[in-house]
């Protein structure tokens, strides 16, 4: 997206280049299994229709595009059924409902998911990249796309601690999904990754890393163009799925952090969690119009009442904390780096442990701004103490949150063996906590 680009419609959002620039950086991600990929190459272009409904595709007759009908299906009695519209069945009002209203052994329920596939291969044929019988599932009558979009709606989701973020994944943002082939990789990514976590396989890894590929790919694309009201959902529905790629590895050991191993770029997942505010800030005009004004307004509105707002001092700190931390009673964000992380904090750490709150305990990450994370790369002990806690806290309400396994635990283990050697008596109190939750005995223990 470049500076200055306009469009016709009134509603386009443009940001500075350096915003763009910001945002682009932090989807460029090295995808792990790409080189197991080479054997897949591009269709040459080629121009088709594929505005049809899906019962004249599968009749494989020419369809006239009527809607809400097209003239072939009213004709003949039969169910008119668009991609875009994922009609599944007799009413029902989102995939997950319709996947729960039968035994997956029964007719109809196959022919749900037969309705969901051919909407994938519909969604996805706008990519010249796509192949439908590149990945099969062996041990499937359907393909990998539909069982990672199943388990998309029916487990992946179920991780989500707000229900209003939650409803609109399982609704709004499926309808959005086939409308959007970026969206609906990265649907089909988060989908086999919880598979792929919960009962681990080579051959759904290798469909993870392809649908990663593809999504991070067009999501790169999508963002050279101007953010409007045509392109807002998508744009942040892929956002907000994306940081799961890189909170939950395939694999991940406690000396693959960077604080151990001494190497910045390990630190990626934290700065990628910038994501979401970079975009927001980009699409602001656009959000009242979006699937997600109504759930965002309501977090800020639950946020608002967290935290304190306290702008200057250490009132309300833990002592400790802030005498490392150098924090006195001038103290404001303006002056220190470690002010405002250290206040939201401390607020998430007064919250009662439950389901709603853990999602509010999430949103540390994306608040961190660039010069904390500098910090944090040069293994500064305040930054990481501050980071431990709330990596502890993390690990305190796993059960809400369950996702933490695949990295965050590691993480707080990490900085928890970097740091309990300190000569410094304030880290060594300040470690008990982070050490204790992450289940990580320290050497005077």
């Not at 995808?31 to 505005?51: C, D, I, P, W």
């Not at 943002?173 to 609906?184: C, D, K, N, P």
């Not at 699937?291 to 833990?318: H, M, P, S, V, Y």
């Not at 050697?421 to 906590?433: A, E, G, V």
Request: with cysteine; net charge neutral.
């Amino acid at each position: 997206m470049s500076s200055g680009q306009t469009s016709s419609d009134d509603t386009v959002c443009e940001g500075t280049s350096n915003d763009v620039k910001k945002l682009q950086n932090v989807f460029r991600v090295t995808v792990e299994g790409k080189k197991q990929l080479s054997g897949f190459h591009s269709r040459r272009a080629h121009r088709k229709s594929r505005a049809g409904c899906l019962t004249c595709k599968k009749r494989r007759v020419k369809c006239d595009e009527s809607k809400p009908d097209c003239s072939r299906c009213q004709k003949r009695g039969l169910d008119c059924c668009y991609a875009s519209e994922v009609s599944l069945s007799n009413g029902a009002r989102s995939l997950d409902e319709a996947f729960a209203l039968e035994d997956p052994t029964t007719t109809f329920f196959t022919l749900s998911l037969d309705n969901v596939t051919r909407g994938i291969e519909e969604t996805l044929s706008f990519d010249i990249n796509w192949k439908p019988d590149a990945l099969w599932n062996s041990k499937s009558t359907h393909p990998m796309s539909t069982v990672a979009f199943q388990n998309f709606v029916r487990g992946a989701t179920e991780t989500m601690a707000n229900p209003a973020i939650r409803d609109i994944m399982r609704t709004d943002m499926i309808r959005v999904s086939f409308t959007s082939a970026h969206l609906m990789y990265t649907i089909l990514a988060v989908g086999m990754l919880h598979l792929n976590r919960v009962s681990p396989s080579k051959e759904r890894s290798l469909a993870e890393s392809y649908f990663w590929l593809h999504a991070i790919q067009l999501y790169q694309k999508a963002l050279s163009s101007s953010v409007s009201k045509d392109n807002v959902d998508a744009l942040l529905s892929s956002c907000m799925l994306m940081s799961v790629m890189t909170v939950c590895p395939e694999r991940f050991a406690v000396t693959d952090s960077w604080v151990l191993t001494n190497r910045p770029e390990a630190m990626n997942w934290l700065c990628f969690q910038s994501g979401l505010r970079c975009i927001l800030t980009l699409a602001s005009p656009c959000i009242p119009s979006s699937i997600w004004a109504t759930a965002f307004a309501g977090i800020n509105k639950e946020e608002r009442q967290i935290f304190d707002g306290a702008q200057q001092g250490r009132d309300g700190l833990d002592p400790d904390l802030a005498d490392l931390c150098g924090i006195d009673d001038l103290t404001t964000e303006k002056t220190s780096v470690y002010y405002s992380p250290l206040r939201i904090l401390t607020s998430l750490l007064q919250l009662e442990r439950n389901a709603p709150n853990s999602g509010h305990c999430t949103s540390f990450m994306g608040r961190l701004e660039c010069d904390f994370l500098d910090l944090l790369r040069k293994r500064d002990p305040p930054a990481l103490i501050i980071l431990a806690h709330w990596m502890g806290l993390m690990c305190c309400v796993s059960q809400w949150q369950p996702w933490i396994e695949g990295r965050i635990r590691g993480e707080c283990v990490a900085i928890c063996m970097f740091l309990e050697h300190s000569t410094d008596p304030r880290i060594l109190r300040l470690l008990r906590f982070p050490a204790d939750s992450c289940g990580y005995r320290l050497d005077d223990s």
